[in-house]
């Protein structure tokens, strides 16, 4: 799915950037489409293609306003720096309406960012509108008539768990914490340069771009740093010497996009690698590349790692145990809705159907791991809770694969539903039931019955979950500081 996601969006970059070409735009408006076109293919995702298509149709509604913005206030340095905050708290409250929310928000604050990165005024307006235009154009096409690709939405960065009313909302606390950081990154990133500041806003708001808790921003932070200096590494062997050849630079820039989809999902640092590189060839196509332009782009990010550091840990912080805890309770519910759906199935439903509820499964997990990350990160000095953080990766590992054979079983028309299969789906229920239970509050008591024979996969499949749902109360149940004890 990576593979074909990331061809998929060289192809789109790159038509796009040809369709300004061809059209006689200039090399600022290009880069702006080729930007724009990329924007599109990574942050629009809503679950649904229709949903995709309309979400893409709005990003001008976004766009356009602050396109005009940014380039009318750029000779108005107070009132530019007052807009461009204003755009990032708007842009990361947009965050609570969902997936279109996210990438509308998202979308805005490039627009504004792309007008200081390439120091464009309001006579160019009418040419970067038509470049980002064509550019949705040539993407979309790319995206939905030329190479249809269905994929599986990652829930929001907000776990739905924690409460959702004003400051205690997780992306209003959000919006203040990144306008704060990026107001820090702003004002010290003006003080070392007035012409490259934009970069410590830009490393502030991508770090807080889907994430939820204190900890992992400031993992988010120390994985945009290291990858920004292995970056520039790779640019003053890479992009420095090109001198801005366009044939070689276009070459390596599109290989920089597919790095950047095929590597964002495993490895924020590989991703931000090849921002970096992409960054520096792009300057160098402008003229204006040189070693110290590579040096202030390291110098910027660690101000805006700095700031977003700061604004999580001093300003209404959520804190790690909170995020963790809810994504962990999200993922028990949707392996208690496969199970029922399983069962469903095996008795005749065939309306019942559990790969839906594996699939979310699967996409939880994946929230869970983010979440957990700064407990199990290397430099954490949290043994207790590492420990802990590992075991329940390892036992929510066990219960994906367990779910994933019970699918398997329930989509074969041959297997056969009996009362045990009911009684081991209710010992799940319980078990999930006193896992999810508010702390403090005693759940259903739960003892795991012995595994039955291999003979049998639909019980066996059943009795996995319970035994390892009934493993992970030593982990998410006891004080978390105390040592684990694993039991036998």
């Not at 107070?78 to 965050?95: I, Q, T």
Request: charged share 15%; aromatic share 6%.
């Amino acid at each position: 799915m990576r593979l074909r996601n990331s061809a998929r969006a060289v192809v789109g970059v790159v038509a796009a950037v040809a369709l300004a070409e061809v059209c006689g735009l200039s090399l600022t408006a290009s880069i702006t489409g080729g930007l724009a076109a990329l924007l599109a293919l990574f942050t629009v995702l809503d679950g649904h293609v229709r949903a995709q298509r309309l979400t893409t149709a709005l990003l001008p509604v976004a766009g356009f306003p602050v396109l005009a913005l940014a380039t009318t206030l750029h000779g108005i340095p107070l009132a530019r720096d007052a807009a461009f905050l204003a755009v990032v708290f708007a842009g990361v409250y947009a965050r609570r309406f969902g997936p279109r929310g996210h990438a509308l928000g998202i979308f805005g604050f490039m627009m504004f960012f792309v007008t200081q990165f390439l120091h464009a005024v309001p006579g160019q307006l009418p040419e970067l509108y038509a470049a980002v235009g064509l550019a949705l154009v040539a993407s979309g096409a790319v995206r939905f008539l030329l190479w249809p690709i269905e994929r599986r939405t990652p829930p929001p960065a907000a776990p739905p768990g924690l409460p959702g009313t004003g400051l205690a909302r997780p992306t209003t606390r959000q919006a203040f914490q990144a306008t704060a950081a990026c107001a820090f990154a702003l004002g010290i990133g003006q003080a070392l340069s007035d012409d490259r500041w934009y970069w410590a806003v830009g490393t502030s708001w991508w770090i807080f771009v889907n994430t939820a808790s204190r900890g992992e921003t400031l993992v988010r932070g120390f994985r945009r740093v290291l990858g920004t200096v292995v970056g520039i590494a790779a640019g003053l062997l890479i992009a420095v010497p090109l001198h801005g050849a366009p044939v070689p630079t276009a070459a390596l820039v599109a290989v920089c996009v597919f790095g950047i989809f095929y590597t964002a999902a495993p490895s924020y640092s590989w991703m931000m690698f090849f921002v970096t590189v992409m960054a520096g060839l792009l300057y160098g196509l402008l003229g204006v590349l040189h070693p110290g332009l590579l040096l202030l782009r390291f110098q910027e990010t660690a101000i805006g790692a700095l700031g977003a550091a700061l604004a999580v840990v001093l300003i209404l912080p959520v804190t790690t145990h909170a995020a963790n805890d809810a994504w962990i309770q999200r993922a028990l519910h949707c392996v208690r809705a496969s199970t029922a759906a399983a069962l469903d199935r095996l008795a005749g439903d065939p309306d019942a159907d559990p790969a839906p509820h594996a699939a979310e499964l699967e996409l939880l997990l994946g929230r869970v791991r983010m979440a957990l990350a700064p407990l199990v990160h290397p430099l954490s000095p949290l043994r207790a809770r590492k420990a802990r953080a590992r075991q329940v990766l390892a036992l929510l590992d066990d219960c994906a694969r367990d779910v994933r054979g019970l699918v398997v079983v329930a989509a074969d028309p041959q297997a056969s539903h009996d009362a045990r299969l009911a009684a081991a789906c209710w010992r799940v229920e319980a078990a999930v039931e006193a896992l999810t239970a508010p702390h403090g509050t005693p759940g259903p008591a739960t003892v795991a019955h012995p595994r039955p024979a291999a003979a049998e996969p639909a019980l066996a499949h059943l009795h996995g979950l319970e035994h390892t749902l009934v493993a992970l109360a030593t982990p998410l149940r006891s004080d978390p500081r105390a040592p684990l004890v694993i039991s036998a």
